[in-house]
Nanobody, 114 residues
Framework: QVQLVESGGGLVQAGGSLRLSCAHS??????MGWFRQAPGSDREFVAA????????YYPDSVKGRFTVSRDNDKNMMYLQMNSLKPEDTAVYYC?????????WGNGTLVTVSS
């Protein structure tokens, strides 16, 4: 059974940093990703990482500011977010990449104040 639990969200001022964590179980060796959904918007891709961690992918909107990593021994994935902007405000989710509709968790809320 797959379980995904996101944590680490909070309120931060613009320019600040946060580190999100994703505790996962039941997911075999695969790409994993971070996604986010802002109020009134569709869920969007934020970052992806291969099982080995050697390959990572980001959309232009976060490239150079966000860094995805994973610790397979601990079944954890992380998202280091720096230079946060108000437009980064959203609920952040982890999932396989590409995502499975079966695996969405509750997410963790990130709020960036201007």
């Amino acid at each position: 059974q797959v379980q995904l639990v996101e944590s680490g969200g909070g309120l931060v001022q613009a320019g600040g940093s946060l580190r999100l964590s994703c505790a996962h179980s039941g997911i075999s060796r695969s790409f994993m990703g971070w996604f986010r959904q802002a109020p009134g918007s569709d869920r969007e891709f934020v970052a992806a990482i291969s099982y080995s961690g050697e390959s990572t992918y980001y959309p232009d909107s976060v490239k150079g500011r966000f860094t995805v990593s994973r610790d397979n021994d601990k079944n954890m994935m992380y998202l280091q977010m720096n230079s946060l902007k108000p437009e980064d405000t959203a609920v952040y989710y982890c999932n396989k990449y590409p995502p499975s509709v079966l695996y969405w968790g509750n997410g963790t809320l990130v709020t960036v104040s201007s």
